[in-house]
């Protein structure tokens, strides 16, 4: 069992919410638009961190974090974009879909099933404060023998 927490679109402002939410996860995932290398080193200096870089994210973020990222935890594939079904993407989801699909870069929450493609798609809305979405928002969940489980959306409060 592995307890994730997920956030997107930071564009470089830091919450300490951040840390208090995912203190019960094993690990933090950015799904994109990180927005400065502080924002990030604090998280991965928090817990085990994974991240792609998104559309406003200079180059010493693009160094250390792939556009795109594919990987398996407990047993789930997951694979994440910083936006939707890119055309860039989706090939590879229509030949070889994850059972996870994390996408960040809309500022919109969503959690959906995939039903063409047997994958969960969720994309965490927006943790900054730069950005038309009026609600800051994270994501937690757990992956358990590569089911998904105990979903949680939290709002940290109005912009």
Not at 5 to 29: M, N, Q, R, V
Not at 59 to 77: C, H, M, S
Not at 124 to 140: E, I, N, Q, Y
């Amino acid at each position: 069992m592995t307890r994730i927490g997920l956030l997107s679109d930071t564009h470089a402002y830091w919450d300490e919410k951040y840390l208090e939410y995912f203190e019960p996860c094993d690990e933090i995932w950015h799904a994109g638009d990180i927005g400065s290398l502080e924002v990030a080193e604090k998280l991965a200096a928090f817990r085990p961190f994974r991240a792609v870089y998104g559309n406003i994210d200079g180059q010493e973020i693009r160094k250390l974090y792939p556009q795109i990222n594919r990987f398996t935890v407990d047993g789930a594939e997951v694979g994440g974009y910083p936006g939707k079904y890119d055309p860039s993407i989706i090939g590879s989801l229509m030949t070889r879909p994850p059972k996870l699909f994390i996408s960040g870069h809309s500022h919109i929450l969503k959690v959906k099933y995939d039903k063409t493609l047997d994958m969960l798609h969720i994309n965490p809305g927006a943790a900054g404060m730069s950005g038309f979405h009026k609600v800051r928002t994270l994501v937690r969940f757990v992956i358990n023998q590569g089911a998904f489980q105990d979903l949680e959306v939290i709002e940290l409060a109005d912009k």
